[in-house]
């Protein structure tokens, strides 16, 4: 695959998630989804800024989860749900 088709299908992709915020509303559920059983309702709302692009949430979420479970599995679980929900759009 070429450096230029790369390119291509990210600024796509990029496209059609600046116009379609069910990216950003999956990624928050996911996140949630994952962190809520452990953390509870309360630390996912301090945690999980009130509206944000899926941008924002994942470093939001990253830096909150890092404080409960080290900047390790913080990374391994955000990353995680951005993998699940780009492969399901």
Known sequence: MSVDLILSEMRRWDARRASDRSVDEAVRR????????????????????????????LAAAENGLATFLGAKAAYALVNRAMDRVTMRS
Do not use: C, K, N
């Not at 452990?38 to 692009?53: E, T, W």
């Open 30 to 57: 996911h996140i949630t989804g994952a962190i809520r059983p452990f953390l509870g309702d309360g630390a996912v709302s301090r945690i999980l800024p009130p509206a944000a692009d899926s941008s924002r949430l």
